[in-house]
């Protein structure tokens, strides 16, 4: 901030790079002087062996927003331009209709985090993720509020016993849950990682994936949401879990992201992450199956999760909302007087039609929030 770095892509790389040269033990000076001349001069330094990453993401700050020929529009001020332009080069696919950018977007792969997608018939596995059917679940539960405190350890245990966390964390004796009866063979993909799908079932994984205990403030009743039953206005303690269908869903995407971009192997090099995948082909077919199938499994993860935790505390469930935020849909949809089904990707968004529930995490530390879709088209 001192020197003047913008926030977003720029600000992260620049900390990137400030962490490096601690690391390698540079003087305040040192790294004071080779910031300030990436700053002062950025296209000096784009094959810099430190800080490259960092001048080119300085360097994209400056871009100009690129037109599209689909419509799009963005919620929020001071977005990341670049997170902006990606956006854009979205809105110029052949199959692309119209697309939404959120105001918590940032730069992601082909589509932003936080940006939505309309293609017709058509589906592009890096907009709806590496981690297919990342997702959020709120449990809300008969727990005292003073035992957040009082009973720290407990809740603790709970979390530590009944999930896993980190890479490749699996469970020895393997959960049970109706998602493993599936067709698994809908993909070779599946096919092959039902067994290690089966052993991760009900763990958390890594990144910024995480299960915790928080307090629920309501100043209205939440409505009945399932199960049924509606949650007076009030503060309740619940627990909050964040992630998605683990080592199988990276794979699935991992295949036929490849088998998109071989398919359209003569697209510009910055939309080469925007590859898609017909739904009418053999490809298209197989890749939305093994989508819908990481949705149950991940929605499954998260089920056992809560289930588990909730259990052991012998705690009652109260009230719950859960959706993905890294998943296709099929919608239909009016596009400049025309209604037609479309494939919605949202990837790091959370569904907002007319009155549906969902709950949006908040950054590292910060408060997530329990939301209500207002049925806004153009979003």
């Known amino acids: 901030i001192r020197l003047g770095i913008p926030p977003g892509e720029a600000m992260r790389r620049g900390l990137e790079l400030i962490t490096?040269?601690?690391?390698?033990?540079?003087?305040?000076a040192e790294i004071d002087a080779l910031m300030g001349a990436i700053i002062q001069t950025p296209s000096e330094h784009t094959n810099d062996p430190w800080g490259a990453a960092f001048a080119q993401a300085l360097l994209r700050v400056t871009r100009p927003v690129q037109e599209a020929t689909a419509p799009w529009r963005h919620w929020g001020e001071g977005l990341e331009p670049e997170a902006m332009n990606q956006m854009a080069r979205a809105c110029r696919l052949p199959v692309a209709v119209a697309g939404a950018l959120m105001p918590d977007a940032h730069v992601g792969y082909g589509l932003p985090i936080g940006g939505v997608l309309a293609t017709e018939n058509a589906v592009i596995p890096f907009a709806v993720g590496v981690d297919i059917a990342c997702r959020m679940k709120l449990t809300v539960l008969?727990?005292?509020?003073?035992?957040?405190d009082r009973r720290r350890d407990r809740l603790i245990r709970a979390i530590e016993e009944e999930t896993r966390f980190g890479v490749g964390a699996r469970f020895d004796e393997r959960r049970d849950h109706e998602v493993m009866d599936a067709d698994w063979n809908v993909s070779p993909v599946t096919q092959q990682h039902r067994d290690r799908a089966w052993a991760q079932l009900g763990t958390s994984g890594s990144g910024n994936h995480f299960v915790e205990f928080g307090v629920l403030t309501s100043a209205v009743e939440?409505?009945?949401?399932?199960?049924?039953?509606?949650?007076p206005p009030g503060e309740y303690v619940a627990l909050l879990s964040h992630s998605g269908s683990r080592g199988t869903g990276a794979a699935v995407?991992?295949?036929y992201s490849q088998l998109a971009q071989q398919q359209h192997g003569d697209l510009p090099k910055e939309q080469r992450h925007l590859a898609w995948l017909n739904l009418t082909s053999a490809e298209g077919a197989e890749y939305w199956a093994a989508m819908e199938l990481m949705g149950r499994y991940a929605a499954a993860n998260h089920a056992l999760i809560h289930h588990h935790v909730a259990q052991r505390l012998g705690a009652e469930v109260l009230w719950g909302v859960e959706n993905h935020h890294n998943f296709a849909?099929?919608?239909q949809h009016t596009v400049r007087g025309q209604t037609r089904e479309l494939v919605v990707h949202r990837k790091g968004a959370t569904p907002a039609q007319d009155g549906v529930l969902g709950v949006i995490p908040g950054s590292m530390a910060a408060p997530g929030f329990v939301v209500r879709g207002r049925g806004v088209p153009e979003s």
Do not use: F, I, M, Y
């Open 222 to 231: 939440l409505p009945a949401n399932g199960d049924g039953t509606a949650l």
């Open 329 to 331: 849909w099929k919608e």
């Open 20 to 28: 490096r040269l601690v690391l390698k033990g540079k003087s305040r």
């Open 253 to 255: 995407c991992e295949h």
């Open 142 to 148: 008969d727990w005292p509020l003073r035992d957040l």
